[in-house]
Each structure stands twice: as C-alpha cells, then as structure tokens.
C-alpha cells in the first residue's frame, strides 16, 4: 500500500539524517580525543585516496591522546601530512613507527565557536527531516488527489509524519546536548 511505503521510506531516510548529523559531530574537535576526529582522512597511498582507518590502527590510550599505527610503516610520512593539512588545529608527532597526537585543551572562546558549528550542524540536521517531512506530505497529497488514498488516510498519514518529525528532531536536539557538553568540558 502507497501509505505503508510513504512511512517506511520517510522513517528510513530520517534515520539516515540521524546517523549522518552524528558522523559530522565527530569531525568537530572537542576537548578529549576521538577517533573520528582522523579516521576518515583521505592520505595519498601510492597515489589512491585512502581513508586512514584502512591503513593504520587507531586508537586511544589516554582522554587526551590518539595514536595512529600504520600497518605499512612507509605510509608513515603520508599519514602525517594528511593530518597537517586537515587544519584541524593538532599537530602530529612522527616517531617513525607511531604517530601520536596530543589534542591540546581548548580555550573558552573556541569552546564557543565550536559549540556555534555544531548547532549549525544539528540545524541542518532538523532541516532535512523536516525537508523528507514536506517530501512526503506531498506524495500523499499527490496519492489523494489521484483518488488512491481517502482524506481520512491524508490525515492519519500527516499526523504519523509530525510524529516521525518530532521523534528525529528530538533525537537531533538530544545529541546536539550532549556534544555540547562533550564540547564544554574542559
């Protein structure tokens, strides 16, 4: 049925939203380290774009420290010029077999700035749920006035995507909050 498909597809792709809105989180520098601060980097392997979670362990022994172990310590260099010229405001530190990176504290003021990007980011987020939202709405709309659903299913159909809507955008909100607090810890 056109109503069931409508839901199912809508809900999907707020989902998609959903996870999309926390791998930017990620890239936003905060205080203590992250994996995905790094992970998805592209390094130059032998001239392919590689993402540097294929080519190196990642990991984090202190709250405030990454350490990136190539699997192929020629990649070492390439690796260390990737980060550099991510402008993420760390500096990597080659001892020829690891690469470590101390992510220093943040002042109150960048605290700030980063807290802006990230509701930036989590309005975005809001945006496109309520953009799949209106999307759906007019595929119903457009199923009604060919006559394949009833009013009374318009209706049903609206008051299940406000609800779908308010489900996603909470849930935006919720991690928005805790990131921020993430964020202004220090």
Do not use: C, H
Request: charged share 35%; hydrophobic share 40%.
């Amino acid at each position: 049925m056109i109503i069931n498909e409508t839901l199912r597809t809508t809900e999907s792709k707020m989902k998609k939203i959903i996870e999309s809105t926390r791998r930017e989180f990620m890239g936003v520098r905060t205080s203590r380290a992250s994996v995905g601060l790094v992970d998805n980097l592209k390094v130059d392997y032998f001239g392919v774009p590689t993402s540097l979670k294929q080519l190196a362990a990642i990991a984090i022994p202190q709250p405030r420290l990454i350490v990136i172990q190539p699997w192929d310590k020629s990649v070492i260099g390439a690796i260390e010029k990737s980060i550099l010229q991510a402008n993420l405001g760390i500096t990597p530190v080659n001892d020829g077999k690891v690469i470590r990176i101390t992510i220093p504290s943040l002042t109150e003021e960048r605290r700030e700035e980063l807290v802006k990007v990230l509701r930036k980011i989590a309005e975005d987020g809001k945006v496109a749920i309520r953009i799949i939202r209106r999307d759906a709405l007019e595929s119903v709309r457009e199923g009604e006035k060919k006559g394949s659903i009833t009013e009374d299913e318009r209706f049903k159909v609206q008051d299940k995507l406000q609800r779908f809507t308010d489900q996603y955008v909470n849930e935006v909100d919720r991690i928005l909050l805790e990131k921020e607090k993430e964020t202004r810890e220090v």
